[in-house]
């Protein structure tokens, strides 16, 4: 199952240098996982376990931040759960 990769990935980020983990709706009733650090280094690192297991993610590098520049990783996975109504 795919958000039980998503577990995975939670539990494999929490042991690396990362500042910040969100896990929020997405537009269409998917679910994003948000990594922020500010080590390049653990960004690899994350990336390189999620090619491992097959999800895809994008990441990048935010300047924008308050105090510090960051590097974001952004996993994305549809939930199955979620129904989404058509319009006729």
Known sequence: MILEKMKDVISYAMDLDVDYLEVFMGYKGDKVLK?????????DKIEAYLKKIDLDFKSEFDMSGKYDASFNLYVG?????????KRM
């Open 77 to 85: 996975v549809e939930d199955d759960s979620i129904f989404q109504l």
């Open 35 to 43: 990594i922020t650090s500010k080590s390049r280094e653990a960004i």
